[in-house]
């Protein structure tokens, strides 16, 4: 079954019903027998689209919608008028109030079938157009358009979202002449919803590092603060976030970080890869969390790999069970020293994968010591 939804407005309840049936098979349909029934059931939950009779008792389908066309929010509903009125001023009448198909009965119902259908692929692809054109924007503003330039440093990122994009961040600040700030984060969910809230939260993590500059750059410190942050907030208060904090200090080739319920990075070596410490409790989660900071010295020939959940849960061959952080742990050997690192082991993932691409938004970051 189709997930549109339909309302059905007609005061003849044999034709209100069979509709109800015969739409029934596509689509999830609601019914109405006059126009200030419709309006009810329309405030309760909007439909993808109305099929309306004219003449009603108490409200009739004009009026139906030009009450809905004075409402911004339901102005732009498809609509169908159904009546058995054939003259040509009725019809007039519907086209200049805005209804988007009028057909008069008695009628083919697999011809309004077919209506329906166009109407809501029409409307289907406008939305996946404006979403796309939202995503794009959200994500020029989530993501860096260049990384720090460090003697004897190489810096790789890689950002690839699914459709319109989810709730994956990074960015990062340049502290003072020898420190930077990366933040590399997920906002539980999926699509422009979960890319609205990364939005929202970047923001709060740009205006925090930079009123607390100052006063401290521990990514301890701050991530109890930012936790603090959603806890406090009514709109953000039910979101959730992991989000990984490095302070690096190329010239003390020293790396401070601070996890908070992230993918743990991966110390990439010429020999052998190693996972760092797990992270504690995800923000938004609980309040008194205490979050520390690790201290790592990067060595020659060294890299640090992190990454979002989409790898770890894109599904392998031949079970299909999740990939894993030993699959990822595997294939970062001999990363060291290639032209595009990133490109090589996403590569390699996918030749472990089930599906042919990646089925989430995915989110790599890499910082290696050159010999």
């Not at 996946?128 to 460090?150: C, V």
Request: charged share 25%; hydrophobic share 40%; net charge negative.
């Amino acid at each position: 079954m189709s997930e549109f939804s339909i309302l059905v407005v007609e005061d003849e309840q044999t034709l209100r019903r069979l509709l109800a049936y015969r739409l029934g098979k596509q689509y999830r349909v609601r019914t109405a027998a006059n126009g200030i029934e419709a309006i009810e059931l329309i405030q309760e939950e909007q439909p993808d689209l109305i099929v309306s009779d004219i003449m009603m008792p108490e409200m009739d389908g004009y009026a139906l919608l030009r009450s809905l066309q004075k409402d911004e929010a339901t102005r732009s509903i498809p609509f169908i008028f159904l009546t058995a009125k054939s003259d040509e001023n009725a019809k007039l009448e519907g086209m200049r109030s805005g209804v988007d198909d009028y057909i008069t009965k008695p009628f083919d119902i697999d011809q309004l079938i077919t209506r329906i259908a166009r109407l809501l692929e029409r409307k289907h692809i406008f939305q996946t157009q404006l979403n796309a054109r939202i995503g794009e924007d959200f994500s020029r503003k989530l993501l860096p358009r260049s990384l720090p330039e460090i003697d004897n440093y190489r810096l790789f990122f890689y950002n690839k979202p699914r459709e319109y994009g989810g709730g994956d961040l990074f960015d990062w600040t340049h502290i003072d002449e020898e420190t930077y700030l990366f933040t590399i984060g997920d906002v539980m969910g999926k699509g422009l919803q979960a890319k609205f809230y990364a939005f929202s939260f970047l923001s709060y993590i740009r205006g925090l590092i930079h009123a607390m500059r100052r006063i401290t750059t521990s990514p301890a410190q701050l991530l109890t603060q930012l936790n603090q942050m959603l806890l406090d907030d009514d709109v953000l208060s039910d979101t959730f976030v992991t989000l990984l904090l490095l302070r690096w200090e190329p010239r003390k080739n020293r790396i401070t970080y601070a996890n908070a319920g992230h993918c743990r990075p991966i110390l990439v070596g010429k020999e052998e890869s190693k996972p760092l410490m797990e992270g504690d409790t995800l923000l938004g989660l609980t309040p008194d969390v205490v979050y520390q900071d690790i201290e790592l010295y990067i060595q020659p020939q060294q890299a640090l790999l992190s990454y979002t959940d989409a790898l770890i849960e894109q599904r392998a061959k031949p079970t299909g069970e999740m990939m894993g952080e030993k699959t990822l742990l595997e294939e970062s050997k001999g990363l060291l020293g290639l032209e595009d690192p990133i490109e090589t082991f996403l590569n390699r993932l996918l030749r472990h994968s089930l599906d042919p691409e990646f089925t989430d938004d995915i989110l790599v970051f890499w910082l290696e010591r050159l010999s």
